[in-house]
């Protein structure tokens, strides 16, 4: 029955993609590459040799203003998507229509563990590890792939869990991004095995998953969570939350604020009060999630707008 649900989500995907090009075609030129990043270290070694393997291969999209003038450097933003096992969906459809009508070339890299592709991309997952360095591998890509792309005006923003892997991808590589915008992420994975369900902890705690539960190793959870990492942050950053969060409760992140506030780190950051729609609540097509999305918008015009 898995592998029924492994060619199901592949289906899904399949049709997914064509929607791309009927709901966005008209704005961007759209692609979808086959690129390599940082090598599964779960796989078998390349022929027998120790520590020898072939680099993870990953899919990832590619959005270009149709009106772009490609004899000039433009900005670029990476947009990976969020959720354990997700995947880029048209779910993002009028997010990616925003940034590529205001100029922005996007790339959303479907990291390790995605789903849509098979059992063994879904479980070469690395929650919060290896999937950052996948995100950072589709930014080094486009930068050599496009010679209308400025390395100087780089950013990320990412919701949930792709809020986590904006945060760790700034921290562990700071000189590859100038702004980074975290919306409802996940920042402590400590906190959120306690509140979260029994079901929810076998998911991490699965042997091709982190393989441990937090009680067993903490440490290995702190490592993953950018609230124990946030004295790295050297990045201009803007974090909202939405205290009617059921998802990644408004607890996360604010541990996360308090940490880059005693680290005495320079950021912004929003709480939102009771907005409806929760986790969702500026991902949505409502007044107030155009307004929360605006204020995304001008930030990250700051620093990669000239």
Known sequence: MEEVGFSLDRL???????????????????????????????????????NERHPFKMWAYVFVPRELDRNRKHPLLLLPHGGVHADFTTYYTHIVRELVGQGYVVVAPEYRGSTGYGRDYYEAIDYGGLEVDDTVAARDWALESFSFLDPDRVGILGWSHGGLIALMAVFDHPAKFQVAYAGVPVSDLVARMGYQTQDYRDLYSAEHHIGKTANEDVEEYRRRSPAWNAEKLRTPLLVHTNTNDRDVHVL??????????????????????DVPGGHSFNRMDTPAAHRSRQEIYEFLARYLKK
């Open 12 to 50: 899904a995907k399949q049709l997914d993609d064509l929607l791309w090009f009927q709901r966005v075609g008209d704005l961007a030129e759209i692609d979808k590459v086959f690129i390599p990043t940082v090598p599964n270290p779960h796989e078998e070694a390349t022929y027998g040799i120790e």
């Open 252 to 273: 996360e992140v604010e541990h996360l604020i308090k940490s880059l506030e005693a680290a005495d780190k320079e950021f912004e950051y929003r709480i939102y009060e």
